[in-house]
């Protein structure tokens, strides 16, 4: 046999062993991100149970003072149910709780703004449905756009605001 035959004939062995290794990460790859979705219990509010917002330390920064902010790592989560008592919550057992927040927060406290990057409220959208219209939403949705890293810091759920708002609106509308 020839040097280049020889090689030819290892062709498919090494086709074969590439297959093995690509089939291999990608079952690292799935393994991985089905894990991550059934093995992650710190996303539930211990208290209420529903699926809390992932927020990062720059948001707990901004609700929090520094002693509660202390409790947790980088990343904790916000419970977004408006009558449950938790704030923020995250998979080692930390919590605090509503009265420990430095101001109130939507949905936590109705009266607080909706979006408090803006102070906007929810009278002022209520004041919108009032008269079939829509240009104060408009208004917010367009300032929000423009400058929305004041939302990710501000808002207690760590994102734009611009959802909340119109959630509130359409369920208004009816
Ligand atoms: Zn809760
Ligand atoms: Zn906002």
């Not at 059934?38 to 520094?66: A, F, K, N, W, Y």
């Not at 509503?98 to 109705?110: A, E, F, W």
């Not at 408090?116 to 449905?129: L, N, Q, R, S, V």
């Not at 759920?157 to 509130?168: D, M, N």
């Amino acid at each position: 046999m020839s040097e280049c035959n020889k090689v030819a004939s290892k062709v498919p062995q090494l086709l074969s062993e590439v297959t093995r290794i690509l089939f291999r990460s990608w079952q690292a790859f799935m393994n991985k991100a089905f894990v991550k979705e059934i093995d992650d219990p710190g996303d539930h509010c211990p208290v209420c149970g529903s699926v809390g917002m992932r927020v990062h330390r720059l948001t707990l920064e901004s609700q929090l003072t520094t002693k509660a902010v202390e409790k947790f790592s980088d990343s904790a989560y916000f419970c977004v149910q408006a009558i449950c008592e938790v704030a923020y919550f995250d998979q080692f057992e930390q919590m605090v709780t509503v009265d420990q927040l430095l101001r109130p927060v939507y949905p936590k406290d109705p009266q607080a703004p909706i979006c408090p990057c803006f102070g906007f409220t929810c009278e002022e959208i209520d004041a919108d449905i009032a008269e079939s219209g829509v240009a104060r939403v408009r208004k917010h949705v367009e300032r929000a756009q423009s400058d929305q890293i004041c939302c990710e810091i501000r808002s207690p759920h760590g994102r734009s605001c611009i959802p909340a708002v119109q959630k509130y609106y359409m369920r208004g509308r009816g």
